[in-house]
């Protein structure tokens, strides 16, 4: 059995111990996806059926690659493995035994906008309002109790939730639950929560179900381990508790899913659920550099909550990691298309062979129009392509409609959102007369007296009034300060401002973005129609050469999040600073830094030969130009592993001085600087070094810290609790701690 040469001593040790409960916890890049695959090759192989195999993983584009390599292995039989995700193989199974617990076998499965929708239906409905019933809030918190298994009359009968909700002035939230329940009961439909929510309560209410799947799957595989959620644990004890012949794998310093209701006690509990478990590491990591590897290690080592693991290679040392620094995020943008384009033609590279991660989804905007700029082929994955959410349509649209009045889907999009009360049959009539007329509805709206009374004519006057001032704006203004009002005054960045769960955060986030890509259009140096038309001609251009590139040889762009467990020749992970990286959004406790951080290790060890750190020195947030500083992640690698280059937009930009971007390669005197000073600060901290309380510190303070030295504080930021301070360390130069994590002590 050849494949099993492949395989080190304790990885085919794990494929060859088919029976009984194993457990894998090791690092990245260590072969845990490739001991899986193997492992049901192997069963087959030995004889199982693969009817009698189940395979749980994290995607299911992840299934269907290892679908494949079975194949090359034991041919087309294969394809009876039961492999997929959670919420795809859960939804296999309720389309057989769904009337079983009430539903009709062609039910439903309503998406998160579906859900939403619903909940806003049922929240109109019972007057509640929905600036405190966020639909979004309501969602999640429903969500997160049906991932946890609590149904609708557990919560309403436990104490804590429904002081939870009082707290926080939605007390009927329980109700809420429940009648969104009954309503999905009653339209023949789940969400996504209740695939597993149900399977579960399949499993637990009947027990010749439950009997019959632990039949069917005598061999159980779970990849990702780390990030399954309660629900999704407890369905597979369930399944597994006949034969018991389980085998998952997983990296408890990758999980990164916590705010999803993901939960690594599950790691814990599993060595308590099965005492005859047998429990394998796998140290050797075949993916990476030496220099990868060992930065990867640096950083996941600043976690105290995390399983010890030495994780090592045998693999070359490779390249230094690079370090690049720009100037802003467009240049962060060009510089990394150029290096792509460049190391494409110098090491005989694929565009598949390079991917670009990021913290959030709206840092794409900027590597987007770089890589389109220089005809790179590229996807964006796990998100729509910037230009493309719905967020972003929602403005472009308001812009479009102010410039032309006659655009009728734009009309629709914006007449009634954010919410006039401006229905949809209203809206319908209005193109009627408008056909009738044969004039446009734009027309019909600015003479609404005329053809109707009541109610909504003072609403429509209103949207009348509100689009001829954004038109005045138009034409007075350049395209930022257009925008920048237009979105303000129409609603929208109030709207998606309030709604503080992680998406609507995206959401608001995008728009921010797509308002710093338009100040950045006004602010270039040749630009000379800066008007809002100008800009929307370029962007119209820009979306009109994207294509479905699907199957073509691209360059991936994506959030840190979807690229677990993939690996690519080349990764650059980009937006290194500080709030960005870790996300100032997201840090409210150490628990969060530490998933940061192990959000940052997960993107740096899905690197395998080259590995590019980037931050920008000064990024356009909310509509501002910012200074950032660069993460403190970056400083919790080894200084000998880096390679820091300074860019200055001079040494690349246009085409013509394209080729020539070896700007890059050499170092430059002051990035050798700032090497130096990084490996070598003159300081140690004195031996009694305690930290004050710096509730009181002020500009002109004199202080210490126990890594950085001396240095004196010359700013002080606070928004909300988040207090930081900017300090000039003589040895470092200028630093912004957020003063909740910083040790000081004042002098
Ligand atoms: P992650 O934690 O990122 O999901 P993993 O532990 O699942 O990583 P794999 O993706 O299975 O790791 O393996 C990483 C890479 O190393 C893959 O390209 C895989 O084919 C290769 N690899 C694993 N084991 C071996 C081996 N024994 N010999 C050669 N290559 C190997
Ligand atoms: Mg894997």
Redesign the pocket.
């Known amino acids: 059995m050849s494949y099993l040469d492949?395989?080190?001593d304790v990885?085919r040790q794990a494929v060859e111990q088919t029976d009984g409960p194993v457990m894998i916890i090791?690092?990245?890049?260590?072969?845990?996806?490739?001991?899986l695959?193997y492992r049901i090759a192997h069963l087959i192989q030995k004889g199982v059926e693969p009817f009698n195999i189940l395979s749980l993983t994290f995607t299911n584009k992840a299934a269907k690659e290892m679908q494949h390599r079975i194949q090359a292995v034991c041919g087309s039989e294969a394809r009876n493995v039961m492999m997929g995700t959670f919420h795809s193989v859960f939804s296999r199974i309720l389309r057989v035994e769904s009337q079983k617990i009430g539903f009709p076998s062609n039910f439903t499965i309503y998406d998160t906008e579906d859900s939403k929708s619903l909940l806003r239906t049922i929240l109109k409905e019972q007057n509640l309002d929905d600036k405190v019933y966020k639909p979004n809030t309501v969602f999640n918190r429903i969500s997160a109790a049906k991932n946890r298994l609590i149904s609708y009359k557990e919560y309403i009968a436990n104490p804590n939730y429904m002081a939870d909700d009082r707290a926080a002035l939605r007390p009927e939230m329980g109700k809420l639950y429940q009648m969104y329940q009954e309503r999905l009961i009653r339209a023949g439909a789940m969400d996504f929560d209740d695939l597993l929510f149900y399977t579960y309560k399949l499993f637990n209410e009947h027990p010749d179900v439950l009997n019959k799947y632990q039949h069917k799957f005598k061999y159980i595989m779970v990849?990702?381990f780390q990030d399954t959620n309660i629900a999704q644990y407890n369905i597979t004890k369930k399944l597994a508790a006949m034969n018991r012949n389980i085998c998952v794998?997983g990296?408890d310093a990758?999980s990164i899913y916590a705010f999803r209701g993901a939960d690594i006690q599950n790691i814990l509990n599993f060595e308590k659920d099965y005492p005859e478990l047998k429990v394998l590491k796998?140290e050797?990591?075949?993916?990476s550099t030496k220099t990868i590897v060992e930065a990867a290690n640096n950083v996941i080592t600043k976690n105290k909550a995390q399983l010890k693991k030495d994780v090592w290679t045998s693999n070359e040392s490779g390249e230094k990691i690079h370090v690049y620094r720009a100037a802003s995020d467009n240049e962060e943008g060009r510089i990394i298309a150029q290096t792509i384009f460049e190391n494409k033609m110098n090491m005989q590279l694929r565009n598949k062979d390079f991917a670009i991660l990021y913290r959030t989804n709206s840092q794409s905007r900027s590597f987007e129009e770089a890589l389109r700029k220089l005809n790179i082929n590229y996807k964006v994955v796990g998100g729509m392509s910037f230009y493309q959410r719905k967020e972003i349509k929602d403005v472009l649209a308001y812009l479009r409609f102010v410039l032309n009045d006659q655009d009728e889907q734009s009309f629709r999009r914006i007449v009634n959102f954010p919410k006039r009360g401006i229905g949809d049959t209203t809206i319908a009539k209005l193109f009627v007369i408008a056909d009738e007329q044969g004039t446009t509805v734009w027309d019909i709206l600015c003479n609404v007296k005329s053809i109707m009374t009541g109610r909504l004519v003072p609403v429509i006057e209103g949207f009348v009034d509100l689009i001829k001032s954004y038109k005045i704006l138009a034409n007075t203004k350049d395209a930022f300060e257009a925008a920048n009002e237009i979105a303000k005054q129409s609603g929208l960045l109030k709207e998606l401002y309030e709604d503080k769960t992680v998406e609507g955060i995206a959401r608001y986030e995008n728009v921010q973005e797509l308002l710093n890509g338009i100040k950045e259009f006004v602010d270039r140096p040749d630009q000379e129609d800066k008007s809002l038309g100008s800009y929307l001609q370029e962007i119209s251009l820009l979306t009109d050469t994207e294509k479905d590139k699907e199957d073509k040889d691209s360059v991936t762009l994506m959030t840190i999040h979807s690229a677990?467990?993939?690996?690519f020749n080349q990764v650059f992970v980009v937006g290194i600073e500080e709030d960005l990286f870790p996300s100032a959004m997201m840090l409210n406790s150490r628990a969060d830094l530490e998933e940061e951080r192990r959000l940052f290790y997960?993107a740096i060890?899905?690197a395998e030969k080259r590995l590019t750190l980037s931050f920008a020195t000064s990024r356009y947030r909310f509509g501002q130009l910012k200074s950032c500083s660069p993460s403190r992640f970056l400083e919790e690698i080894d200084p000998r592993h880096l390679q820091m280059t300074s860019i200055t937009a001079n040494s690349i930009g246009s085409q013509e001085s394209g080729p020539a971007f070896s700007g890059i390669k050499p170092k430059t005197a002051a990035a050798t600087v700032q090497v130096k000073a990084k490996v070598a600060p003159a300081y140690t901290p004195s031996e009694d070094f305690k930290p004050s309380d710096t509730s009181n510190l002020m500009i002109g303070m004199k202080v210490e810290h126990p890594k950085f030295g001396y240095g004196e504080v010359k700013n002080i930021q606070s928004n909300g609790t988040d207090r930081k301070a900017v300090i000039d360390f003589k040895n470092l130069g200028e630093k912004t701690l957020i003063l909740s994590f910083a040790k000081l002590r004042i002098h």
Do not use: F
């Open positions: 492949s395989l080190n990885q090791a690092g990245a890049g260590s072969g845990k996806t490739r001991v695959t990849d990702e794998v990296d990758q796998l050797q990591n075949y993916r677990k467990g993939l690996e997960v060890t899905r």
